[in-house]
């Protein structure tokens, strides 16, 4: 079984917290050593697992921006 590199390189913020204490997050994540990419998923307390999540780059993290300002400004 091939091994995942993961690292984040910059926190950004956290969007929730269940019950559980797993926290949703957006951060730049390094995957194998690549460029960071803006990554959003949830984390174990600790950060020893984590889901399924969207990773997503600049470009696309800027469209998904600009198209959230136009439904979430009152």
């Given amino acids: 079984m091939k091994t995942i590199d993961m690292k984040i390189t910059k926190e950004i913020d956290v969007l929730s917290v269940s019950g ?8 730049l994540v390094s995957w194998n050593g ?10 174990s307390p600790g950060r020893e697992k984590c889901g399924k ?3 997503l780059t600049r470009a696309e ?11 979430l400004i009152d």
């Fill in 53 to 55: 999540g969207v990773v």
């Fill in 61 to 71: 993290a800027k469209k998904l921006f600009l198209a959230l300002q136009k439904v």
């Fill in 34 to 43: 690549a460029e960071p990419k803006y990554d959003i998923r949830s984390w």
């Fill in 20 to 27: 559980s204490g797993y926290t949703k997050e957006i951060n």
